[in-house]
């Protein structure tokens, strides 16, 4: 990011690279949001566009790109597994960021039903959640869905920042 003599930032033309450069400094978690697929199987994404909405009720929000194929899968079904990846599950963040077409099936990563969705075995935090409102925003939809069904997990969280997996180094 361009900055002045002073050292404090300056403005810069607002593009899709130079928006994504900059909300590439904002650390987040790493999520897997599955959804499911038609004859069974499970669909797979990583995904860091997702928040806690509400308490009460307990309320989560995805942005999904209408690009993507988990997009038309959640408009059909209605629900989403929400996955909150540890840093030992970093080979199951690498395989969902690949596109469909190019994933050996599910390259061996397990998945454990709850309630009505299926999530990554042994996740930091799973959560089972039905979809009760869809707001169309730019290119992407916002699903805001009730977490119906939760499992918490033990381990350390795996971080995205400036376009990399990573994770804290003092806990």
Known sequence: MPTSASGRLSAQTVTSDSFRRA???FG???????SPE??????GM????VVSVSLE????LACIGRNRNSHDLIVSSKRFGLSILT???????????KPPEERAADHGI??????????VHEALAAMDCAVVAEYLAGDHT??????ENISIGDGRPMLWFQGGFGEFKDW
Do not use: K
């Not at 987040?28 to 599955?34: D, S």
């Not at 009720?57 to 989560?60: G, N």
């Open 142 to 147: 916002l699903f805001v869905a009730e977490v």
């Open 46 to 49: 990583t995904a860091n566009g």
């Open 23 to 25: 909300w590439s400094n």
């Open 38 to 43: 038609p004859g069974g199987g499970v669909h």
């Open 87 to 97: 840093t030992e599950q970093r080979e199951v963040a690498d395989h969902y960021t």
């Open 57 to 60: 009720p307990p309320l989560a």
């Open 110 to 119: 397990e998945f454990v039903s709850l309630g009505g969705s299926m999530v």
């Open 28 to 34: 987040t978690g790493v999520a897997v949001i599955t």
